[in-house]
């Protein structure tokens, strides 16, 4: 089904009111019918741009499993809580995390004028400093897991995927990797000696959000926690891939592919040169750029495929988080076109999960909740 720009609001509210459980809205009824950390804090900040009450519930829900320690699981099966008990070794939830989006998300909803529960803050500002007390590799947060980087299927884990990339090979080496993530006593997950990692762009959505809720917060700690993360991320640019590259043993191989996800340092970077370049290559036609929103990864690269899960197509959560960056950087231009990406690729492909950059083909789930970034954007 295509959708007509002009119907955007009622067919993202339609959308999310079918994935509606009564809590949250999952990704997708029939693909994912679980809830997801990173989809429901953007859910909730699409909710509360439909000037809907549920943005404020959507958010809270994703802390209900919270460990004491402030890990904050990515998945919650609490409608089947054995379902993958086995594999993950515990009930009702999984045993990884996921992009901090909570931090934003608090502050987004502060800024649309919707309430946020202290507790709700003291619990995403606990989820941030679980991660900043992770083992840091080159003054990084480390990934456990492909999965905790929301991009699990990314080129820039291809030198982790013995023999190469192949998607039943990673598919099985997924799942060893699963096995050899170092908890804490209570079973947080910490590091991972089988997948040193720290990426970039994880490394820049935890000191976004860091700060994102420090400035809602006035928590002084937790902004110069932050901004220790972008300063460590400043090491990490690659002038000539245009790119900032993962730390850890693969950092001068797969660790520097030129992903869209490795330019998401643009939103905490005060290196006004640098957060320039990264968003004229993302528009680049000839680089990232596509009428349908920034591929997922460059042109260029040998893995470029737009129509593979995680290796071209464009994906509404990046183009958002670049269009956040845009809008950091006063690069109203950018952001502008960025956002009508993001409407065009919406109306093409349907509300798509993710979808072809050139052309909107919808891929994936369709629909899958989280395109109604696009009316956020709008």
Known sequence: MRLDPTDLTSRV???LDAA?????????PSAYPWQFLWDSCFHAVVWAALGDDRAAVELASVFR??????FVPHVAYDADPAVLAPFWGREATSSITQPPMYGHACAELARRGVDVPGEVAERAAAGLRFLLGRPRVAGLVPACHPWETGADHSPRWDDWCPGGFDPARWYDR??????????????DPLSNPAFVVAPAGLNALVAFNAREL???TRDDALAAAGDEVAAALEEQWDAEAVTWRDAGPRAGGSGRVRALDGLLPALVSDRAERVA?????ALDDAAYG????????HRDEPAFAPRTYWRGPAWPPLTYLLWLAAGRAGDGAAAARLAAMAVTGAAASGLAEYWDPDDGTGLGAVPQSWAGLALAMA
């Open 20 to 28: 509606w459980t009564g809590r949250y809205a999952v990704p997708s």
């Open 290 to 297: 596509g009428r349908c929103g920034p591929a997922g990864v």
């Open 65 to 70: 499993f919270q460990s004491p320690a402030g």
């Open 277 to 281: 370049a990264a968003l004229a290559v």
């Open 214 to 216: 420090a400035g809602l």
């Open 13 to 15: 509210r339609a959308a």
């Open 174 to 187: 997924k799942g060893e990797l699963l096995a050899t993530v170092e908890r804490s006593g209570g079973g």
